[in-house]
């Protein structure tokens, strides 16, 4: 017999949050790592569909993704995981960096039933992502005029003619 509180407690404990949605899209489950991403409650969750304003996941440009490239769907109508990595809507408005694997949830006869979708907190990789761009950006350019320094224009005359010294 499976006890359904301890399942539970494991997901809790998880470093990521998990939410499993049913072959109709409807949130199922919604852990605790899932509702501080989120700022939505296991209660506003749970029994409503993933499309209602939930998750709402979107590209760098702010454009929907679930529309076109439902993670969800595609893992539950072939199997396969999948992952991106998106912004997640908060409940307060605000949009949060993510990476979203998604599994397959299976029932004991091996049945793809619905999915299971774990997000990781992805804003240390962007802000990662724009020190590096500010010290490029240092390393290459002078401050005061803002014109590329000799390091930048070897790099560049290298690219463009394929020379190397």
């Known amino acids: ?16 949050g998990i939410c499993a949605v049913n072959r109709d899209r409807v949130i199922t489950y919604w852990n605790k790592n899932t509702e ?8 506003d969750a749970v029994g409503k569909s993933c499309r209602d304003d939930i998750l709402m ?19 539950m109508n072939d199997g396969n995981p999948r992952r991106m990595e998106v912004y997640a809507h908060h409940k307060d408005g605000s949009r949060v960096p993510v990476l979203v694997r998604v599994l397959p ?10 999915a299971i979708e774990e997000l990781y907190d ?14 490029e950006k240092c390393a290459l350019l002078d401050s005061l005029t803002g014109l590329m320094k000799r390091r930048g224009l ?5 690219a463009m003619f394929g020379v190397m010294h």
């Not at 017999?1 to 990521?16: A, E, F, Q, Y």
């Open 154 to 158: 070897e790099m560049n005359l290298r």
């Open 1 to 16: 017999m499976i006890d359904v509180d301890i399942h539970k407690s494991l997901l809790d404990c998880l470093s990521g």
């Open 105 to 114: 949830l299976k029932n004991l006869e091996g049945q793809v039933i619905g």
């Open 57 to 75: 996941y979107v590209d760098e440009q702010g454009r929907g993704v679930c529309e076109n490239e439902c993670l969800a769907i595609g893992t």
């Open 36 to 43: 501080t991403l989120t700022g939505y409650k296991n209660s």
């Open 122 to 135: 992805n804003s240390s990789k962007l802000e990662y992502a724009h020190k590096i761009e500010e010290l």
